[in-house]
């Protein structure tokens, strides 16, 4: 492996010049004065209200910061972003307008092949796996970690558990970059590590199942196909588990995961829990959001729209609390509300953009309830907000 000095691109100078430039493209002085004022806006017939925290997290933040950090440092030189800095189209559009090109998160044989030392390579807010890591360090590209501090926490623990031969159940998404980038870390420093990741209560009813009966192995695989580590025996590797969770999912979904694996376990060990362990890794932010958003909800709204990208876990979660409640619109940017009768927005159900007619109520006095992901800036809210109240004439 090809070693290359330390550089720190945060210098005062630079962190400047990017302050700059991130303020220049997802400010919105509208967003900080509704905020300022309450989280409402009253425009003639037209209430919007905001949730108290919505929009770019901490993670996000920083990882744009140095994405444009390492844009100016090392310009000149071909910078690649190992898949999307974060799951938002027009965030990602912005990077690739620095001249930041995208690499697949699992780049191929000849893609890695095409580095050379003088390449530098962004990993994103989620992480990589640990293979990627060190394939491209091991063509001696200069490597830009933005990965978020509370995706690290989860790799801690999935190290630990590999460490003690407990097999680690990831609650995610198993396709998520971030859900791959930890699995890869539950295999250990020495690769005998195991995980399991379960999407949803479905998912894990059938690990409970097993736990509790046994049943056909063959058939288990089957099911969880890509969502095991290699060589992944369930008779064998569920004997001690820990659940984990990517860092975005929904809170209820994960308390239920665990309260049912660990009474499984109870169950099937004669009431002793000891094999069992379980560590809440729900970043702050993501907690933060899905409380903000039921707090909003409280309010009497007519209809609610989520602002997010469609592949985003935390925004999807989002939504999913919004329509057990009311008609919940979730959208790219403002340029999906086409008019006050016609809506593009991404379907959960059909797992694609639809569009849908009678969309907005047809009331004199309408409340609207915004939130947005934490991948998605505060331009693109205050670019809805500005679409709504010109369609309502306001
Ligand atoms: S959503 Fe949470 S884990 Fe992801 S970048 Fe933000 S703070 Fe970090």
Known sequence: MISQPRINIRTPDVMSHVQAQVEKHYRSELVETIRAQGGVLQSGKTTVRLAKQFGFCYGVERAIDLAYAAGKVFAGRRIFLLGEIIHNPDVNAQIEALGIRYLPAKPSAAELESLTPDDVIIVPAFGAEVKTIEAVKSHGCHVVDTTCGDVMSVWKRVRQ??????TSI??????HEETRATASRALGIDGLGHFLIVLNLEDANRVANFLVQGGDTD??????????????DPRLHLQRIGVANQTTMLRSETDA?????????SNRDAGSTAHFRYFDTICGATQERQDSLFQL????????????????????????????????????NATCIESADQIRHYDLIAKSEIVTTG???????LTIGITAGASCPNNLIEETIHRILELRGE
């Open 170 to 175: 990831i609650h995610g998404k198993a396709s």
């Open 257 to 265: 995961i665990q309260n049912l694996l660990r009474e499984a376990i």
């Open 359 to 365: 969309w907005l109520p047809p009331h004199e006095h």
């Open 219 to 232: 058939a288990f695989l089957k099911y969880f196909a890509n969502a095991t580590s290699p060589g992944f």
């Open 297 to 332: 909800l409280q309010e009497s709204l007519d209809i609610l729209i989520v602002v997010g990208g469609y592949n985003s876990s935390n925004t999807t979660h989002l939504v999913e609390i919004g329509m057990e409640k009311l008609p919940t619109w979730f959208i790219r």
């Open 161 to 166: 558990n590999a460490t003690e031969r407990v």
